[in-house]
């Protein structure tokens, strides 16, 4: 029976997610970077986020309200009145964020810091 539980205790620290855990409150603050051809702002109060976004090669910037996971997960649907967004996600776990490509700039990966 001992052995069965060391297993089992083994099994779940093999199995459970890399990294360490993040709790909510160890989000918030104002995170900066760059995601392919974006400058990403994101400011996190708790389990709301205003997430910043400038197109650097055409000099356009959007903003929009995204939620906040307690592991600051990010993951959300944007959208804009003119064309670029229509109806794009975006998501990562802070500090990483992913967006993809629109019809003005260049998507991609990025690492954000505090």
Known sequence: MTRLLLALGLATVVLGPSGPAIGQGTCDGTWKG??????????????KGKLYLLCAAQGEDWN????VGPDCGLSGWISSSAPVFERTQVNGRLPSFVIPSSKI???GTGTLSK
């Open 64 to 67: 929009f309200d995204i939620a």
């Open 105 to 107: 700039c260049r998507g």
């Open 34 to 47: 760059d995601a392919g051809g974006y400058n990403v702002k994101v400011q996190v109060a708790g389990a």
